[in-house]
């Protein structure tokens, strides 16, 4: 689905946006940079306004110069121009709030009413979940809540399944769960949303989409940063919250779900709870085996050296958090019984990468080079970033007389940069903004979902909270723990970067 005007008509979508939090760290990096790029494109309803909401002092022409100055530092010169710029910024306003006095929610009631329209009031507290509470009953006492009215929240919801229950309930005594937007921003990046178009546009994956034909799958999500300044945040999450249980967890319903009866929020959400329920009970055994945590040490990144997690800047040297997660997991069900899903992600890798392979199995008989038996298989490799796109390893005749029937590898690839080069692949938060503007959920996270998610990751969060032995150490700029590499070994198998085939 490509972002433009012909697939969201921009009339008829006008919105009120109560963004807390507004000078905050999402809100800077991401929220101000996407919805000027919605402006920008013509895909924000002229009567759209948006009211920033921070505890700093400050007044809305204060505010219009801060936003202009994230602008500045958040976007290319050739993303950005003074026209646009300026029409943005005529649509902010500025209030100051305590957001725990409910009385300084009179402020957005006050805001709401100043001008006349339809407009459904989106809420989007880019703030700490323990604050969604207080804001969703400070909006509720003063009034501004209507019943078009919705909230979009941020991972991650809570710090396990208690505690998800706990803010979940929050909303829900506020908002009814079509009108909660829980955004997993992976689930607004371009190629995420291909993965469904691959899967459920082409027979030639559709049929092939099962434990006949595929013998294993890897994903991998990779980041070269290492916890880049947020060691409170962190040290208190780990690898396993930060990123499995949302981000890795996501992308596995999607290679794994069945395909939904149509492209609604429930029919997509319905499919990908049942895989998450298949993920079944980890045993002892599986625990110790299966899993392999990792925290790095000092390493070098992209040729610079790089302190371990315990020197980052505030640490604590004792810390057994996890900065790596590398795990095999089996969908309990007829489409893949018995096909193994390696997932593997970490701060302080070589590289930013976030991979999806799908191994297929090999054919049932081999007629060529027994000396080429190891080259049988293709593997269809999915890019999420970077340089987004799509390869299909093929087995051809190598060619030239001398070389008989010899195979080779060879990759068939599409690269959305190349073959679509007139097209911007929009920050997915862009996407995930104007779904909430047209009041679309399919690519948002419901409830049972993250609870499903939480149920199962707290498994592994049990097992590690009984452990003395503090995770494996791996070299920044490695590729995790050895641990992690013999997870696949000991299945013969191996990571793909280390297949050869790159
Ligand atoms: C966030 C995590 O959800 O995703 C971060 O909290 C991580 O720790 C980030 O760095 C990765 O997102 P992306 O889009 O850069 O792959």
Redesign the pocket.
């Given at each position: 689905m490509t972002l433009t005007r012909d697939t969201y008509s921009d009339a008829g979508h006008a919105v009120d946006l109560a963004l807390f939090g507004a000078l905050g760290d999402l809100a800077r990096g991401k929220l101000w940079p996407a919805l000027y790029q919605l402006d920008r494109q013509g895909l924000l309803d002229p009567a759209t306004r948006i009211l920033a909401l921070s505890h700093h002092d400050g007044d809305t022409t204060v505010l219009r110069e801060r936003v202009a100055g994230f602008l500045e530092a958040g976007l290319k010169e050739d993303e950005r121009d003074a026209e646009s710029c300026n029409r943005f910024l005529d649509r902010l306003a500025y209030r100051v709030i305590d957001f725990t006095r409910s009385a300084d929610y009179a402020a957005v009631a006050e805001w709401r009413r100043a001008e006349q329209g339809e407009r459904p009031l989106v809420v989007y507290p880019a703030v700490g979940a323990r604050l969604y509470g207080a804001i969703c009953a400070g909006l509720a006492q003063s009034d501004s809540l209507g019943e078009r009215d919705r909230i979009v929240v941020e991972?991650p919801v809570g710090h396990d399944l208690a505690s998800s229950r706990a803010v979940n309930d929050a909303l829900g005594a506020v908002f009814p769960e079509s009108r909660i937007y829980r955004i997993d921003?992976?689930l607004g990046?371009e190629t995420v949303q291909n993965l469904m178009a691959l899967r459920f546009a082409n027979p030639l994956f559709g049929n092939q989409w099962n434990q006949s034909h595929i013998s294993h799958v890897e994903i991998t999500?990779a980041?070269e940063?290492g916890?880049?300044g947020?060691w409170s945040y962190?040290d208190r999450a780990g690898q396993l919250r930060?990123?499995v249980q949302?981000?890795l967890l996501q992308l596995l319903c999607l290679v794994a779900m069945d395909p939904p009866s149509s492209l609604d929020a429930d029919a997509i959400r319905d499919e990908k709870v049942k895989v998450l329920k298949t993920l079944g009970p980890l045993t002892p055994e599986a625990l110790a085996r299966n899993v392999v945590r990792g925290q790095y040490r000092a390493g070098t990144c992209n040729g610079r050296p790089v302190p371990g997690y315990r020197e980052e800047a505030g640490a604590d040297s004792d810390s057994h958090t996890e900065t790596f997660v590398a795990l095999k997991t089996e969908v309990a069900n007829w489409r893949w019984a018995g096909v193994p899903f390696y997932l593997r992600t970490g701060?302080r890798l070589p590289q930013?990468l976030?991979r999806i392979v799908i191994h297929f199995r090999r054919q049932p008989h081999y007629i060529f080079d027994p000396d080429q038996r190891c080259l049988a298989s293709n593997k269809l490799i999915i890019r999420l970033?970077p340089d987004e796109g799509i390869a299909l390893q093929v087995l051809t005749k190598d060619s030239g007389l001398e070389k008989g029937m010899r195979l080779r590898t060879g990759p068939l690839h599409l690269d959305f940069n190349s073959a679509f080069p007139e097209a911007r692949i929009p920050d997915?938060y862009e996407r995930l903004l104007l779904e909430v503007m047209k009041g679309r959920q399919s690519l948002f996270v419901r409830r049972d979902e993250v609870e499903h998610a939480w149920r199962w990751c707290e498994q592994l969060l049990d097992h590690w909270q009984n452990l003395d032995t503090p995770p494996g150490r791996y070299p920044a700029g490695s590729w995790g723990p050895v641990a992690s590499a013999a997870l696949m070994t000991r299945d013969g198998r191996s990571w793909y970067e280390e297949s050869g085939d790159e």
């Open positions: 991972k921003h992976y990046k999500v980041e940063v916890i880049a947020r962190f930060d990123m949302n981000h701060k930013k976030s970033q997915a």
